[in-house]
T-cell receptor, first 112, second 117 residues
Framework: TQLLEQSPQFLSIQEGENLTVYCNSS?????LQWYRQEPGEGPVLLVT?????EVKKLKRLTFQFGDARKDSSLHITAAQTGDTGLYLC????????????FGGGTRLMVKP | ETGVTQSPTHLIKTRGQQVTLRCSSQ?????VSWYQQALGQGPQFIFQ???????GRGNFPPRFSGLQFPNYSSELNVNALELDDSALYLC????????????????FGPGTRLLVL
């Protein structure tokens, strides 16, 4: 069974601060995705990383896939109140298409 | 392009009852996946349907079953409901025929929140 562990589970910061969320596994994934979920809604895809060592940037968000494709991180620079939400990482196993294994999520609260 | 829709939005059932949840996939998508998200946790994969056939299954008992119809919409059925089945049930659609499957974006619906009393 492939597991993804996210840390921290909860994060409360002030607007303007930086933060990093981690997603770790002992298993190799063919791709890793990051989602954001708002209350009452389904997860919305932020990014997919596929190549070991890959770094992708989405405005103030930087995503990195580990060299061994077992871990990933999400870094937010100068957080804004609009970044508040549940951040989920999800891995796609190499032989199982896009049947995703999700991490437990990081609930981020950015205070004004 | 119509997004993924799910019905109903909320549902209350009692232990032992049966429930059917419905999902309409995004236009042009032929694959539907179902996930269960317990409160405060990440979603867990239940099963996936591709062109009306079950294509893969997570660690869920047989009382969780599904269907996919020719128009690629889908149903999730849960028999003999238990208290632990209380969760948000998410449906996600994608298209399997356009390249490496693990690259295909899944689009999630808003979910059905099920409460079992």
């Amino acid at each position: 069974t492939q597991l993804l562990e996210q840390s921290p589970q909860f994060l409360s910061i002030q607007e303007g601060e930086n933060l990093t969320v981690y997603c770790n596994s002992s298993s190799v994934f063919s791709s890793l995705q990051w989602y954001r979920q708002e209350p009452g809604e389904g997860p919305v895809l932020l990014v997919t990383v596929v190549t070991g060592g890959e770094v992708k940037k989405l405005k103030r968000l930087t995503f990195q896939f580990g060299d061994a494709r077992k871990d990933s991180s999400l870094h937010i620079t100068a957080a804004q109140t609009g970044d508040t939400g549940l951040y989920l990482c999800a891995g796609a196993p190499g032989d199982a298409g896009n049947m995703l294994t999700f991490g437990g999520g990081t609930r981020l609260m950015v205070k004004p | 392009e119509t997004g993924v829709t799910q019905s109903p939005t909320h549902l209350i059932k009692t232990r032992g009852q049966q429930v059917t949840l419905r999902c309409s996939s995004q236009s042009g998508h032929n694959t539907v996946s179902w996930y269960q998200q317990a409160l405060g946790q990440g979603p867990q994969f239940i099963f996936q349907y591709y062109r009306e056939e079950e294509n893969g299954r997570g660690n869920f008992p047989p009382r969780f079953s599904g269907l996919q119809f020719p128009n690629y919409s889908s149903e999730l059925n849960v028999n003999a409901l238990e208290l632990d089945d209380s969760a948000l049930y998410l449906c996600a659609s994608s298209s399997r025929d356009r390249g490496p499957f693990f690259r295909e974006t899944q689009y999630f619906g808003p979910g059905t929140r099920l409460l079992v009393l």
